[in-house]
């Protein structure tokens, strides 16, 4: 009984240390090199980050309470917190992210986003953290490439390194991402093509990669990702034609593919697809004629074909769309008559969707 009462006492006594003492030591000396080297001159975000418990009060870093092991680093430039609501300034942070949070191994979010001035490479340490949810980086001056072995991270569920300088390709372990769900690469400075094995990221719901140098084509495999709501691609130098199964994809809504080399037919599962409501296809090198095949279920919030090679006429059952937000035809090589009634039905169509084409006519432009 005696020795059981000790037992018990000890376990009591070890769990008001951890949570008194809260922080482990050893993520508590990692996070310090972490803001060693960085500098945060106008919120002082990092005076909170003293003292023995890493785990209480210090900005942006959570932890595990059993263990003390810090789990969250949290550090947003773009915040509604009440520190940078009262400056009036959003976040400004220069240094670099040092790869001793690679010594955080529990770590399941590493958001340090929108600094505007951090440079250097994420280390490429951090593909490690094998708890890693949330490795979001976005709105930096980081360089260098993503890690090529980013595909370890199989817990990873958010993937965020836009708006940044990366450059490099596009890993191809990035397709082992079993569980991610957001990829965001966009505004970097990537080259090479996307995957072809793209298609293997099951869980991807927002897939951007606009704003590189993308080349290459679009690979057929995205249209196995069933999830897929967002797809962005523009701004990129993809040649090649669009796969036909991008129209045949159940739950995808925006499909942006403008400003890029790509050319051929549009596919006429794209336009009859009546959950693609935000559809942008200009700057391209599209030629051929406009399906026909819109119908009473054809809901477009956005509808830009605009700068192609397009040739023939407005397809008259374009007019038989319940709804068309923005459309813009124009630039192309289209003649003939308006359908009538597009401009009735959509009366807020204006000239402009319209100008700069071979020989249309009729309302909103000039009658035939
Ligand atoms: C479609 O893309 C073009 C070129 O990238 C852009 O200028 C245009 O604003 C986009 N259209 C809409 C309606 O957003």
Redesign the pocket.
């Known amino acids: 009984m005696a020795s059981s009462c000790i037992i018990t006492v000890t376990v009591f006594i070890a769990t008001v240390i951890i949570a008194v003492n809260g922080c482990s030591p050893s993520d508590r000396t990692a996070l310090l090199s972490f803001k060693a080297a960085l500098k945060e001159p106008y919120h002082g975000i990092f005076n909170s980050w003293s003292g023995e418990n890493c785990c209480v009060n210090w900005y942006g870093v959570s932890c595990d309470s059993t263990t003390g092991r810090v789990t969250d680093i949290n550090l947003r430039g773009e915040s509604e917190d009440p520190m940078f609501v009262k400056s009036g300034r959003s976040g400004y942070m220069t240094g670099n992210i040092s790869p001793e949070i690679c010594k955080i191994d529990r770590l399941t979010t590493l958001v340090v986003a929108d600094w505007k001035a951090i440079t250097g490479e994420i280390p490429q340490c951090v593909t490690s953290l094998s708890n890693l949810r949330i490795l979001d980086v976005i709105g930096n001056k980081l360089t260098g490439k993503i890690p090529s072995n980013i595909g370890n991270l199989q817990r990873l569920t958010v993937l965020n390194l836009a708006d940044n300088s990366f450059s490099g390709e596009i890993p191809s372990s990035i397709v082992d991402l079993a569980s991610l769900k957001h990829l965001d690469l966009s505004n970097n400075a990537l080259t090479g093509s996307v995957p072809a094995n793209f298609g293997k990221l099951q869980m991807l719901s927002r897939a951007l990669m606009n704003r590189n140098q993308l080349t290459g084509s679009i690979p057929v495999s995205i249209s196995k990702i069933y999830r897929l709501a967002d797809l962005d691609l523009?701004?990129n130098r993809l040649t090649g034609s669009v796969p036909s199964e991008l129209g045949k994809m159940p739950v995808l809504s925006t499909l942006n593919l403008?400003?890029n080399l790509l050319s051929g037919q549009i596919p006429s599962s794209l336009l009859s697809n009546s959950g693609l409501g935000i559809v942008?296809l200009?700057?391209n090198g599209f030629s051929g004629t406009i399906p026909d095949v819109f119908c009473p279920k054809s809901y477009f919030m956005?509808l830009?074909m605009s700068f192609n090679n397009l040739n023939g006429r407005v397809p008259g059952s374009l007019s038989s769309s319940k709804y068309i937000g923005?459309l813009?035809l124009s630039h192309n090589h289209l003649c003939g008559p308006i359908p009538l009634g597009l401009g009735s039905t959509f009366d807020h169509l204006e000239a402009s969707s319209f100008n700069n084409n071979d020989c249309l006519c009729g309302n909103p432009l000039k009658t035939c």
Do not use: K, R, T
């Open positions: 523009s701004m403008d400003s942008n200009s700057h956005v830009d923005h813009d």
